[in-house]
């Protein structure tokens, strides 16, 4: 049998619903931004090493595709996240502002809100006066707007994220073209990328709740194709004798 002090203990460990979210977004985003490095840099580096370029070329190439990419990925995630903190900034100030103006209102737009839950009207109101003496703020942003003043998404940590994992995930190709002999860099940066690829796959699948075997495929398919055109591209140039 459960003690009230072993089911207190058992609630206080249990994590909350929208930080378990929160955390999973984090994860997705940070396979997405690992799964782009690794194609991105990928298909430059075997683009030029199937031209017959010289190591320096390849460092070089790959460098500047792993630096820019990141820096393009931290910018574009800063933009968009703080579009998106904006939003939800402008969200809290106007519910500051209803609650502020007109709390009988609000208090009573709250019951219904808990109303429409199933609660009964009884329930509903005594619900929403205790929940409003609480954090009045903090009650309506959760019901109205499923979001938490306190929760406000930070567009440096999406930036610095996403650029992290772009940098991470392009490391493996190209280390996977500068290590090995120059007549096997190509075949085992393909094995390596691939490899790699399905690993984000079931990753991301497993983290998104989808079907394992088609995401994973999606993302192997799409990778392999890049690599693919990038190569036929990059030996068309080297042996024509542009590159």
Same mark, same amino acid.
């Given at each position: 049998m459960t003690t009230?002090? #072993?089911?207190?203990? %058992?609630?206080?460990?249990?994590? !909350?619903?929208?930080?378990?979210?929160?955390?999973?977004?984090?994860?997705?985003?940070?396979?997405?931004?690992?799964? #782009?490095?690794?194609?991105?840099?990928?298909?430059?580096?075997?683009?030029?090493?199937?031209? %017959?370029?010289?190591?320096? +070329?390849?460092? +070089?190439?790959?460098?500047? +595709?792993?630096?820019?990419?990141?820096?393009?990925?931290?910018?574009? =995630? $800063?933009?968009?996240?703080?579009?998106?903190?904006?939003? &939800?900034? +402008?969200?809290? =100030?106007? =519910?500051?502002?209803?609650? !502020?103006?007109?709390?009988? @209102? =609000?208090?009573?737009?709250?019951? @219904?809100? $808990? %109303?429409?839950?199933?609660?009964?009207? &009884?329930?509903?109101?005594q619900v929403a006066i205790e929940l409003t003496e609480n954090d009045a703020l903090k009650a309506h942003l959760a019901m109205e707007l499923n979001l938490d003043a306190d929760d406000v998404v930070s567009p440096w940590a999406a930036a610095g994220a996403s650029a992290l994992s772009f940098i991470v995930g392009g490391i493996l190709p190209l280390l996977a073209i500068l290590l090995p002999p120059d007549t096997v860099r190509v075949p085992i940066t393909f094995a390596v990328v691939l490899v790699a690829l399905a690993a984000t796959g079931v990753t991301g699948a497993v983290l998104g709740g989808s079907r394992v075997v088609r995401a994973t495929l999606r993302v192997v398919i799409g990778g392999a194709l890049a690599l693919v055109a990038t190569f036929v591209i990059g030996s068309l140039l080297g042996t024509s004798g542009i590159a």
């Open positions: 009230g002090s #072993d089911s207190s203990a %058992h609630l206080r460990v249990e994590p !909350h619903a929208g930080s378990l979210a929160g955390r999973l977004n984090w994860l997705r985003a940070g396979v997405l931004g690992a799964n #782009d490095g690794i194609v991105s840099v990928a298909a430059i580096v075997v683009g030029v090493a199937s031209a %017959h370029a010289p190591t320096a +070329a390849l460092v +070089a190439a790959g460098s500047a +595709a792993l630096v820019g990419g990141a820096i393009s990925m931290a910018l574009g =995630e $800063y933009v968009s996240v703080s579009s998106q903190r904006d939003s &939800q900034k +402008a969200l809290i =100030e106007k =519910e500051r502002a209803e609650l !502020h103006e007109d709390p009988a @209102g =609000e208090l009573d737009e709250l019951t @219904g809100l $808990y %109303h429409d839950q199933g609660l009964s009207p &009884q329930t509903a109101r």
